[in-house]
C-alpha cells in the first residue's frame, strides 16, 4: 500500500464542524449545519451526523406561510446526483411561525417526503398525531398516514 | 322528539377534537382533508363520516384589525384555527352520524359552518337527512341544526309526532296511530317549545287529514304535544267528513279540533256552520255553538244500521 492510497469506503472528503448556505438569485435560499460531513465522489453520497438545515421557501409556494423552515437529525445520509436521502435517530422540524413536528425516521425521495414512523406535529391552533408522513417538497400536500388523530382550538361561540 | 330536541345545552367552547385514517394539508388551497372512518368531537357533540374537509379563512379577506387602543371585544364569531389560519368550515360525507346530547342525526352530506354556528345535513330523495330522539323522528329535504342553541330550522319536515298520543290507562285501548306532520318549513324554538310549521301543513292522523298554511306545535315540559294551533284558512278530511274553518286548535290530551271563524262542518249531504265547532277525532262526535245548517237524517240510516 502507497503512502496515498486509502482503504475502501473512505470518503474523497470528510469535514468538520460544517457551515453551508445556497444561493439563488441572489437569495439565501438554505444554510445548514453539520458536526461531520463525509462526501464520495462516487454517486455523490453524503453522510452527516447532527445535520441541521433552514430553507426559506419562495413566497407563494405552498410552504410560504409557514415563514422559514429548519430541520434537523442525528444522522444524515444522501445520494446528492439522485436527490435522494434519508434522516433518522429523531428527525426534527421547526417554523418561523411556531410548528414543531418530529418522527424517528424520513425518507427523501426526488420531490416527496415520507415517514413510516410516528409523527407528531403542533402548532398555532393544532395538534395533531399521525403514522406516517408523505409530504411534497413543494408543500403543496402534506399527508398523515396510516391513521391520525388530533385537536383543533376553537375559539368561544358567538 | 322536538320538545327534547329543545332540551340540551348550548354547545360550549372548547377544542375539536379528530380522527381519521388519513389526513391530507394543502395550504394554498387553505384546506384539510380527513379521510377514512372520521370522528369529529368537540364536547357534547360527535360527529362521523367517511370524509371531512375543514376549509380556512382566506386571510387576505379577513377584516382589519380594530383601531389602536381598542381592545377585542366579547361575542366575537367563534373560530377555529388550524396551522395558524382560522377554520370557517366544515364539510362532512357519506354516512354522516351527528350525535348531540340525547339527540342523534343522520344524512349523507353535512356542512358545519363554525363562525355561524350551525350545521347544515342534507341526504339523497331516497334516504333524506333524519333527526332522532328515542323514539321520536324528523326528517326532511335540509336540516339545519344551531350549535349555539337547541334550535332547528327543516326545509319541507317530514314529522312523526308519536309521544303526542298519551295512552289512556283507564279505556284500555290500543295506542292511537301518531301523528304526522308534513310542511314545507319548520323551525324548533328551545326557549318557547314551540315548533313552528309554515307553507303547506299537513297533518295527519289515522284517516284525519287536516291542511293549513301554518301551523304552531306547543310543547310542556316533559316533551308532550300540548297543543297544535292552525291559522290562515283550515281544511280537515275525516272519512266523509269534512270541516272548515280560518282557525283551529287540537288539543293534544282530549283529542278535539276545535274550528272557529266562519266554521263549518260537511258530513256527507249535512252543512252545519256556526261560531264554533268542535270535532271529536276518536268518537267522531260533533258539537257545534249557534248552530245552523241542513241535516238529511236519511242520509245517515246505513250508519244507524252499523251502530246497531
Known amino acids: 500500500m502507497s503512502q496515498d492510497s486509502v482503504p475502501e469506503g473512505t470518503p474523497d472528503l470528510s469535514l468538520r464542524q460544517v457551515a453551508f448556505a445556497r444561493l439563488s438569485e441572489g437569495r439565501m435560499v438554505s444554510r445548514g449545519t453539520a458536526a461531520r460531513l463525509d462526501y464520495r465522489r462516487s454517486g455523490g453520497r453524503m453522510d452527516a451526523d447532527n445535520g441541521s438545515a433552514q430553507v426559506t421557501p419562495e413566497p407563494g409556494t405552498g410552504l410560504a406561510s409557514f415563514g422559514w423552515l429548519r430541520f434537523s437529525a442525528p444522522h444524515v445520509q444522501g445520494e446528492i446526483t439522485n436527490r435522494r436521502g434519508t434522516a433518522w435517530g429523531g428527525v426534527d422540524l421547526i417554523t418561523q411561525r411556531g410548528d414543531r413536528a418530529r418522527t424517528e425516521r424520513a425518507e427523501y425521495d426526488g420531490d416527496v417526503v415520507r415517514s413510516n414512523t410516528k409523527v407528531t406535529a403542533r402548532g398555532p391552533g393544532y395538534d395533531v398525531q399521525g403514522n406516517g408522513l408523505l409530504a411534497r417538497t413543494d408543500g403543496s400536500s402534506i399527508s398523515l398516514v396510516k391513521g391520525t388523530r388530533g385537536a383543533l382550538e376553537m375559539e368561544a361561540g358567538k | ?308
Request: net charge neutral; proline share 7%.
Open chain 2, 1 to 308: 322528539m322536538i320538545p327534547l330536541l329543545l332540551a340540551a345545552a348550548a354547545l360550549p367552547p372548547g377544542p375539536l377534537q379528530f380522527r381519521a385514517e388519513g389526513m391530507r394539508y394543502q395550504p394554498n388551497e387553505r384546506r384539510i382533508l380527513l379521510d377514512g372512518d372520521v370522528h369529529l368531537d368537540r364536547q357534547d357533540l360527535a360527529v362521523t363520516s367517511d370524509h371531512a374537509v375543514a376549509e380556512t379563512a382566506d386571510p387576505a379577506k379577513k377584516a382589519p384589525p380594530p383601531p389602536r387602543g381598542k381592545k377585542k371585544k366579547g361575542n366575537q364569531p367563534a373560530q377555529a384555527t388550524l396551522g395558524g389560519q382560522e377554520v370557517e368550515r366544515f364539510t362532512v360525507d357519506g354516512k354522516v352520524h351527528v350525535v348531540r346530547g340525547q339527540r342523534t342525526a343522520d344524512g349523507e352530506h353535512g356542512e358545519m359552518d363554525v363562525p355561524q354556528q350551525t350545521m347544515i345535513l342534507t341526504g339523497t330523495p331516497a334516504q333524506p337527512p333524519v333527526v332522532r330522539d328515542g323514539q321520536e323522528t324528523l326528517s326532511g329535504d335540509r336540516i339545519l341544526m344551531h350549535l349555539d342553541s337547541e334550535d332547528i330550522d327543516v326545509t319541507r319536515p317530514h314529522v312523526v309526532l308519536k309521544r303526542s298520543l298519551p295512552v289512556d290507562d283507564n279505556q284500555k285501548q290500543k295506542p292511537a296511530s301518531p301523528v304526522r306532520i308534513e310542511a314545507q318549513n319548520l323551525v324548533v324554538h328551545k326557549a318557547a317549545r314551540l315548533a313552528k310549521f309554515t307553507d303547506d301543513v299537513v297533518v295527519r292522523r289515522g284517516d284525519t287529514v287536516v291542511k293549513s298554511p301554518k301551523m304552531d306545535a306547543h310543547y310542556d315540559q316533559d316533551g308532550q304535544l300540548t297543543l297544535l294551533q292552525m291559522r290562515g284558512g283550515v281544511d280537515m278530511r275525516q272519512g266523509d267528513r269534512r270541516a272548515v274553518g280560518q282557525s283551529a286548535d287540537y288539543d293534544a290530551k282530549a283529542r278535539t279540533l276545535v274550528l272557529t271563524g266562519d266554521p263549518k262542518v260537511y258530513d256527507r249531504g249535512d252543512v252545519l256552520f256556526g261560531d264554533r265547532i268542535d270535532l271529536y277525532l276518536d268518537s267522531h262526535e260533533v258539537k257545534v255553538d249557534k248552530a245552523k245548517g241542513k241535516l238529511h237524517p236519511e242520509i245517515h240510516k246505513d250508519e244507524e244500521a252499523k251502530l246497531q
